[in-house]
T-cell receptor
Framework: AQSVSQHNHHVILSEAASLELGCNYSYGGTVNLFWYVQYPGQHLQLLLKYFSGDPLVKGIKGFEAEFIKSKFSFNLRKPSVQWSDTAEYFCAAAVSGTYKYIFGTGTRLKVLA | AAGVIQSPRHLIKEKRETATLKCYPI?????VYWYQQGPGQDPQFLISFYEKMQSDKGSIPDRFSAQQFSDYHSELNMSSLELGDSALYFC????????????FGEGSRLTVL
């Protein structure tokens, strides 16, 4: 069965630290990959997405993610986090050509001022 | 720009009562997804619709039913409510085959007393 795994459930960083959140998916076919963010008390919002082309995608607020097909990974990165990045981050995969949209279990990031 | 509209935003019900949540997708979006997010938990996929037909089913209890209407709005009906049904219910819409991105509503917070 298709699944999305996020290895870090809770991450605590100080401001200006670098961030990398892991995401792996299990599906042999074509998938479209997404990172969503949920700020406290708010709904999910799209950070970035990968469909095809350049495997390094840039999103909003200085976030980027790299698609590595051989590793089935789509890790999220940010060189220098801010206190306002405190939120929960969800990786998601949509199986191309279907309606299946699978979310990972989420990573709660807390950035200390 | 128009967003996904959910109503009501807050709902309080007693055990064993019935509740109906509504979702109005972004115009020209043909796909609707429903998710349940319990306190401190990750969104759990309930059900999805494409062009008014059920496209995928997740962990939706038998006490719940949903449908998508001719104007593409969707309703989630929940009967015999239990305390454990207290959660934030998100609706998301997409022009899935076009952009693949889910756009989330603000959510409907259901409290069962």
């Amino acid at each position: 069965a298709q699944s999305v795994s996020q290895h870090n459930h809770h991450v605590i960083l100080s401001e200006a630290a670098s961030l990398e959140l892991g995401c792996n998916y299990s599906y042999g076919g074509t998938v479209n990959l997404f990172w969503y963010v949920q700020y406290p008390g708010q709904h999910l919002q799209l950070l970035l997405k990968y469909f095809s082309g350049d495997p390094l995608v840039k999103g909003i607020k200085g976030f980027e993610a790299e698609f590595i097909k051989s590793k089935f990974s789509f890790n999220l990165r940010k060189p220098s986090v801010q206190w306002s990045d405190t939120a929960e981050y969800f990786c998601a995969a949509a199986v191309s050509g279907t309606y299946k949209y699978i979310f990972g279990t989420g990573t709660r990031l807390k950035v200390l001022a | 720009a128009a967003g996904v509209i959910q109503s009501p935003r807050h709902l309080i019900k007693e055990k064993r009562e019935t509740a109906t949540l509504k979702c109005y997708p972004i115009p020209r979006h043909d796909t609707v997804y429903w998710y349940q997010q319990g306190p401190g938990q990750d969104p759990q996929f309930l059900i999805s619709f494409y062009e008014k037909m059920q496209s995928d089913k997740g962990s939706i209890p038998d006490r719940f039913s949903a449908q998508q209407f001719s104007d593409y709005h969707s309703e989630l009906n929940m009967s015999s409510l239990e305390l454990g049904d207290s959660a934030l219910y998100f609706c998301a819409s997409s022009a899935l085959m076009v952009s693949g991105e889910l756009f989330f509503g603000e959510g409907s917070r259901l409290t069962v007393l």
